[in-house]
């Protein structure tokens, strides 16, 4: 919904400013019980369970008046997230909304309100007297209901009486403040002097006023303390007296430029030389105008910015240490590209042999060039599919659109291949997956996670072992997913440098079956992408168990 924004002269910006402090938390009493006695007076008119002025807040609807009536389940306090609601479209729309029976609209037939059993809806829209929406005001009924012309009159009537009431309320304590100034005026201005003065004194800069002479008429205290003298002892003196001729001259001719043109010189960044030694400082200057307009000469301030200029600089270290990073990920690319050159020469070698030897091959050994040629494929692909993963996340554009799933479906369903796999080393997977247990999470990047993690575990299981995937509830609305293998194992060394870009932790399978350490990389990220971790605990020759957590749906990413 568009916001309004309110403009005009400085009477209409008071305005706007009392408007601002009419919110739901200062509606008098006196109004509250007269906007009670008109919902009840409606639900027992047009006879419904259900009359509501409804309020609204940060897309959220709040039921702030309830009618006392038989059979109304909504209750002041009642509120919920803007996600279809009968009220959230009108304070959209800004129009009414009259629904006979939701049940039978497709528009309407999933609507929240509908498991309360309400569905014929009549709605208004009640803002503030700056438009902002104040919330609906609304009949609701249990059953299917044709409300009549009478029936939106009366609700039309109603909903400008609260909005009368809102302009009331705005212009009462619109009075009240222009009262209260009108009383405190006289004070402020005959402390107006003093303040100033005090303010000045307490800016950390140095501020001062100088003549078109180069002349001091007034500083601030901060501005005598760097110059370790009173204030009266600088008002009145020339800038020579502080500083160098050419040094004056330099600060001089900046006040002339001021000065002649009338234009304000800001943002300029010098250097100074103080007690303590070179500071920067950011000095602003505008001109010094008589009450006849006339430019008498310059108002600056010069602010300390040392410890910005620092700043820059770790800024300048840190992409320093980007370019570095982006030298080690082409580095880390030329070094994927190596290792593709492998199985493609493998690949290249084996349709070679078949080529030129084919006819004087045995089925045996055809079909063994065969299995070699898929080996190799299988591992091109996977380490082609990991690159591209990588690649598009890298550059931000993997796209992320968590959902809600069940669990155990979903992991069964990523595991297809490396079931096949894992029956061919005769590796046994059991799993201990609540049936009913979900997770909130992108569909691709939880599928991509899972075929990592389970086909590392069977590359790594010697034949005949067995890997378990479990899942369960934590307190902190997450799922703990765990993949625990009867594998190699990994020493500690290992296991420190598993998620390292710029230390190569790729070795063989059990039997032999290539791996390029990218696929865990990938589903650290994945997974934290989420606002979840990733794990491992291991042993060598005792197998190893990768743990992650991912929403469960109930607090969503």
């Known amino acids: 919904m568009k916001k309004q924004n309110i403009s005009g002269n400085s009477a209409e910006n008071a305005e706007q400013g009392i408007i601002a402090q009419i919110s739901f938390a200062n ?54 997230k803007w996600y279809g609601l009968y009220c959230e479209t009108v304070i959209k729309t800004q129009r009414k909304l009259l629904i006979p029976n939701a049940t039978t609209d497709k528009d309407w037939d999933k609507n929240p309100d509908i498991k309360l059993g309400m569905i014929a809806y009549l709605g208004y829209p009640i803002n503030f007297p700056d438009n902002r929406p104040f919330g609906t005001l609304c009949a609701i009924d249990n059953k299917e209901k044709y409300f009549s012309p009478q029936h939106e009159e009366l609700l039309l009537q109603f909903k400008n009486v609260i909005e009368l009431d809102l302009a009331f309320l705005e212009k009462q304590s619109l009075f009240a403040k222009k009262n209260e100034e009108l ?36 500083v601030n205290k901060y501005f005598a303390q760097v110059q370790k003298k009173d204030k009266s002892e600088l008002e009145g003196r020339n800038l020579s007296e502080l500083y160098t001729k050419e040094i004056a001259n330099l600060y ?14 800001l943002n300029i960044e010098e250097p100074w030389e103080s007690a303590e030694g070179l500071r920067w400082v950011n000095t602003n200057k505008i001109p010094f105008v008589d009450a006849d307009g006339n430019t008498i000469g310059i108002i600056g301030i010069s602010m300390d910015i040392t410890e910005r200029k620092q700043a820059e600089k770790k800024i300048e270290l840190k992409n320093e240490q980007l370019e ?14 190596h290792d593709l050159r492998s199985p493609f020469n493998g690949f290249l070698g084996l349709t070679e042999i078949m080529a030129e030897g084919l006819h004087g091959m045995t089925l045996d050994e055809i079909r063994e060039i065969a299995v070699s040629m898929k080996k190799s494929a299988t591992n091109l692909y996977s380490l082609l599919e990991n690159l591209l993963e990588w690649s598009l996340m890298k550059r931000g554009l993997t796209a992320f659109e968590p959902q809600l799933f069940l669990l155990s479906r979903k992991i069964t369903e990523s595991m297809v291949l490396v079931t096949e796999a894992a029956d061919k080393k005769e590796i046994a997977i059991s799993y201990d997956i609540p049936e009913d247990l979900t997770v909130f999470a992108d569909r691709n990047m939880f599928e991509g996670v899972i075929r990592n993690l389970s086909s590392n575990a069977v590359k790594f299981t010697r034949k005949g072992g067995a890997i378990n995937v479990s899942a369960k509830s934590m307190p902190d609305n997450s799922v703990e997913i765990s993949f625990k293998d009867t594998g190699i194992g990994m020493n500690k060394e290992m296991i420190d440098n598993l998620f390292r870009l710029d230390i190569d932790t790729s070795r063989k399978g059990t039997e032999d079956e290539s791996s390029t350490g990218l696929g865990l990389i990938i589903c650290k990220d994945f997974i934290e992408k989420h606002g979840g971790k990733l794990w491992v605990e291991s042993e060598e020759e005792k197998g190893s168990v990768f743990t992650f957590t991912i929403p469960d749906g109930s607090v969503k990413c």
């Not at 509606?27 to 906007?35: E, F, R, S, T, V």
């Open 252 to 265: 001089f001719q900046d006040d002339l430029a001021v000065i002649n043109s009338g234009i304000p010189k």
């Open 27 to 80: 509606i008098p009493d006196l109004l509250l019980h007269k906007w009670q006695a008109m919902a009840d007076l409606l639900a027992d008119i047009i006879c419904i369970p259900a009359a509501l002025i409804m309020k609204t807040e940060n897309e959220y609807m709040e039921v702030f008046i309830s009618s006392k009536s038989e059979n109304n389940p909504y209750h002041a306090g009642d509120k919920e």
């Open 183 to 218: 009383k405190l005026s006289e004070a402020r201005y005959k402390t107006l002097s003093s303040q100033l003065e005090a303010i000045l004194d307490h800016i950390p800069g140095l501020v001062f006023y100088k003549d078109s002479k180069n002349n001091f008429i007034r």
């Open 324 to 337: 570095k990073s982006n030298a080690e990920k082409d580095k880390f690319f030329s070094i994927i590209a």
